[in-house]
């Protein structure tokens, strides 16, 4: 009887808490399997909830605490511990992406998969009068699932394949696996489990397993929950629904079934083992085996503060588990020998985890940074975590001090006594206090900070957000954001001039042009003296806008950029093919000048960083693509710009590849992925940052040669993901090493272009590129979808339409798609982890999941948002016919694209043609063929966007 | 009542004597040199009148004498007209304008403010959406790409890190830093109707002038609304004075030192947290009850464009005006100062504001723009003070000292038609 108070409490509360949910909407809530189990779990239902128990799919959480789903988390660029992953628990959950107060306390998603995964949260259609009318079910939210729906979590992953190398589910056979049909009767009245006799007053209560699985969970507590999740124990309850059960009772002469038998009950609960002094609410017998069945009830030691006092525990009767209280239930039971040695063994839960081995951390210096005096070089680190400080004099490693996630970049006050790190993965900047070698405060700062300077006199520091397009300008006195400048798409690096009063910065991506218009990249100029936009000085037809140093004459600063050509096909192979690279000089009264740092048989690909001599006679610019520094001869080139016509410095100069022999002196040779470039301010030394070698190359300037390389310090053996790193980093791979696959994707996301591909003339079947973060489980690829792996995305299919050389071999391929699946997802700046939705978001959730219009039209489910884009990965993984083709397209079905941090990867749609997320809407889905949404308020397409943003 | 109008008469005679004896005196040395103006010897304590004023047009370099919205930024002054954007660099004098082919993305610009931390200019669009104009760079947002209500934008203000836009369907809230749009409408604001005519922001308050809807006030940081409305309903009298807003149908708001100033299209309205004052053209120096706009300079004094003059309440204790239009026939300025009803000076310029449809004012520094329908004008406030001063009094050659009534043709500032 207590149980039915329980559960039936556990409804009154489900109600009311829909009601009191109705104030805000009429969202349902999650109301968990146990409530289902009311009606779902007699003999005469079938044991509907009871075979769900016994299922895989009720262990599907506790699975994610295995070794394998942390390498598929890896695999998959998931940082999180699997556990704590949306992406992970929206397949291996229920109500994973639901807000706090969508679940109602009976819900537990460490029961997995449960029966509202597939059936939808039930608090509006539990009730018996409306779940014995199916058709009033159903209105009331019931999904009736198809096997198609369960493709949604089943269709194969290529993260679970290289992990576990199942083969292909059989949908037929999981589909009967998990039959769970009514018994004959359907009397749905759930007949209880009988009261446990003789409970002792006084005696401690039974908590249940929850109550312990909120502490003994996650890493720190060795995944103790979930390892009892996963053991037979679990199960104890639920196998006393199975046949064999049944023939055991019948055999020992039961005339009820198992699960009403108090003699089945005492070995198979934790309650009928022995029934100290009752259970709490949170306590079922469902639970089967549970914590207390072997450390005895824990109403008196639960608590932390006694749990943690061994003495206390033991006080508060937490039991000290011996053969004897195993044998109590296991000796000899039903004839089947018990070995208690190995049955420890087999259910052990050590509290401390076991240790893991680790994975290699490689260092992957990008920039740099010298000390005002000049005796130290900082060097930011992005995959340690970490600034490694070199001694210039003697040219080694003597120091590494821990900053934030994914240091980028690094530069000093001009007094020496802080350096400022820039943590791209964090949004944070680290204050170094050089004197202690030790990060003293950490500054939030906007969307993943990449260049960082300060001003002349130290007073403010300019931070480049390049994923928020944005400026933060933050006081060094009380190191506190005052204002945030625009910049234009993706800023980059900066420099300032030699007087101080201008800062250039460089912008990764073109800003917006109109459809099939060239690119129009810009340098943003900065006044010091107002710490505001100046001017914006416009770079025609040249993208990826990154490395910047002023002209110690502070009449020009140069540049480096690609000039991509892609409105022409790929096949065009005029003036230097599809991206060629190039240096920029931007003259400080803002004209501008491009010239080609490609030659006819030798190109310059992926130019990152350049760097001019004190006397101004030298420029150095590295070549990350193919690991060289390329040493240019400022006077001859600007000899010939001065000699050529204003006509020629606009449209000859900027294409023509038989110029850089004419001001490029040599070519010096460094180890992988070149990326910062410094030069001392003697003059005689530059010193770069070897990204993939974890290594500076040390070049003498009179010399022009590499003199040294500095170990800093990563690990010697080269992993395949590393390797594959390096393959995606090199132009090796692309004829005349033109171009790497960083080049189109800038450390594994966009370039923001739309690209023409195939020969199929100009300007046909225009393709917008798309983000690398996280695509793992995404496939097919490709926006007409016919890649249904990255094996064939980056395979031969790409030695045909892009690098037009030989494909990768096997080896390289593998290893290159390793590498990419593990390109991190950053985290999503509009919904930070476990945070509630805000009222507006909130509200483009409910537009999201909408079925009906404003005018209460059933909108058809292949045009409902969450059809297509469902959680976790929010693609269905198939194409559509979305109403978006063009004139100019071959196909009109496109792959559905993943949502996740979809703010961060504009243009959007297939062709790139929309240019913010409201224009896919307003302006190309005039049929309501993508979703229906010309019935939406202005107000609510509003809302529907700040949901889209949160994925 | 008939002895305040008896004894207003007899102070009026007194004073009607003085200014025929002032007449015989030419006191201009040491004052700014207008050949036709002279100046009273004998002192009265009078407000500040600008009798100093400069014009600019299409001929100085405006690219529209039409001039909605103007915006003193340091050493710039932006003009927001009706074809184009200019700006006055007031060091150089130099006036450099944008047009559409110049990359305006809308060739009405309706509402202008600064972010002063930023020093980015942003350009309210009438029917165009909202710009952003920043080192030379125009960014654009309308209702198709962007979380904009709606293009027809009369009003923008600047909040924080917000940018406020009035417009025809509501008031949209964009937030720089995170990019959300928030709309404000009848659904989730007080707004009786959602026809947006004017934003202002100060000291954590944001109000809006509202077609039909009186004044609407956001308390930025509970976030929560408060509504002025006429307690009169929509009567086009003002049928119990000072019991609140004068009229619903509003077009300007300003607040400042706590003091909300509004405009409406039947008079206009000071508000000090408690009280209500509402003013009308038959009983103050207001040319006009027809308020296009109303910028307060503090507490006491506010500046209002309506369609026959620029009225300035300059000292609200004694209710001192000082009238500001344009004889349309000589051109010449008119400045009349009143007290209750009674004038106290008229002032006789060969220039003032260029014509009497006036659509905005500016404060910049002591000096003083106003947009007209005909051009812009600066008045230059050498020597300003605020309040009440003992001077001379300024006197017309012809003695004139009643309040000038200027007619002119009309050039109406956008606005809802019908």
Redesign the interface.
Known sequence: MKYILSISFSIVLCISVCWAGEGRDKHPVYVGARVCATCHQTERMGHQFSKWLASKHAGAYAVLANPQSKKIAELSGIPQEPQESTMCLGCHATGAHAEAWEKDDTFFVEDGVQCERCHGPGSEYMDAAIMTDRDAAVKAGLMIPTMLDCMGCHQVKGSHVAIHNLPKLDMEKAWRDIAHPTGKDGDRKSKPPPEPAGAGSGEPKYVGVYVCGRCHKGPGHSYQFSKWRMSRHALAYATLAAPKAYAIAKKQGLKTSPQASAECLKCHTTIFTNPAGGALDSYSPYEGVGCEACHGAGGKYIPQAVMTDPRAAKAARLREVTREVCLRCHENAHDKPFDFEQAVKKIAHPAVPAKAAQTPRYKTPLNMAFSPDGKELYVACEASHTVIVVDVRQRRKIAEIPAGHHPTEVTFSPNGARAYVSNRLDDTISVIDVSSREAVATVPVGDEPHGVLTDNSGKHLYVLNTSADSISVIDTKTLKEIKRLTASRSPWSLSHSPDGSLIYVTNNLSRFVDFRKPSISEVTVIDTSRAAVRDRIAVPAANLLQGVDWHPSGKFALITCNRTKNLVPMTRLVQGWTITNALGVIWKDGRVDQVLLDEPGMCFPDPADVAITPDGRLALVTSSGSDRVAVVDIPRLLSILEAATDEERLHVLPNHLGKPTEFVITHIPTKNSPRGVLITADGKTAFVANALDDSLTVIDIDKLEAVQRIDLGGPKAITKVRYGERLFHSANITFKRQFSCHSCHPDGHVDGLTYDIEPDGIGISPVDNRTLRGILDTAPFKWEGTNPSLQRQCGPRLAVFFTRIQPFTPEELSALDNYICTIPRPPNRYRPLGAELTDAQHRGKKMFERTMTNDNRVIPKGNRCITCHFPPLYTDRHTHKVGEKLWLDGESEFDTPHLSNIYDSAPYLHNGIAQTLEEIWTRYNPDDEHGVTNDMTKDQLNDLIEYIKTL | MKYLIISARILMVLWLGETALCQAKDLTSGLPAFSSISVCATEQKLPYVYTEWKHFTTKDGLPNDHVFAVKADGSKVWVGTENGLACIDKTTGKIKSWKEKDGLPWRVVSALDVNT????LWVGLFGGGLA?F????F?HWH?????L??DVVYGVAIEN?NVWAATT?GASRYN????????Y?E??APMEEIWNYGVSYDAGKVYLGIWGSGVLEFDVATESWKDYLDPDGEMEIDLYRDDGIVHVITTGTSYIDGILWVSSYFGMCRYDGRHWRGYFAHETGLPSDFGNAVKGRDANEAWFATDKGVGVLADFPSDTWVTYTMDPNTHRGKAVVTQGQITLEIVDMPRGIPHNYALWTEFDGNNIWVGTSKGLANAIGIGYYKGLRSRARWVAPSGEIEAGKSGGHKTKRPKRSG
Do not use: C, F, P, Y
């Open positions: 931390k930023t020093g980015e952003r920043s080192g030379g760079r960014d209702q198709l790409n962007s979380g209500i709606n890190d369907a720089t830093v995170t990019g959300e749009w928030t709309i409408t659904k989730n």
